[in-house]
């Protein structure tokens, strides 16, 4: 794995009466959700990292601190940017940013840790005999 500091992700969309808070329930107002806020930076940050993985391997989310700053009306364009900030083996913290067409509307850090997706699974599934 090679994945260096200042490697840089992008997702981007539209709000949509689907995205909004008072569709996901995060709120009762027709504007961009918190939620798709935070898929929208992790999106990111993954996009980031997709031309260094091998085959078989995948990252996941293992922590956000992240601000909303501005609210979003429907039909604006919204994108969050990722940018790798620290390497620590399979360890990796992101500075990530969001925003619509008038400026930022979040930003915070995100980690993310690198797996072996059938490794990982397998492991989720063992969970069931636990129950």
């Not at 930076?41 to 031309?51: D, F, K």
């Not at 490794?119 to 989720?124: N, P």
């Amino acid at each position: 794995m090679s994945i260096e500091v200042g490697a840089k992700g992008r997702a981007e969309t539209v709000v949509t009466e689907q995205n909004t808070a008072a569709a996901v329930g995060s709120g009762l107002v027709p504007v961009f959700a918190t939620p798709y806020m935070v898929a929208l930076m992790e999106n990111a940050a993954v996009n980031a990292l997709t031309p260094y993985m091998e085959e078989g391997q995948g990252s996941v989310g293992t922590h956000l601190d992240v601000s909303h700053d501005s609210a979003t009306p429907i039909g604006m364009k919204v994108w969050a940017e990722a940018e790798v900030t620290a390497v620590d083996g399979k360890a990796l913290t992101f500075a990530v940013t969001a925003y619509d067409e008038a400026g930022v509307i979040g930003k915070g850090t995100h980690n993310r840790f690198i797996i072996t997706v059938d490794r990982f699974l397998a492991k989720t599934e063992k969970k069931k005999e636990g129950r």
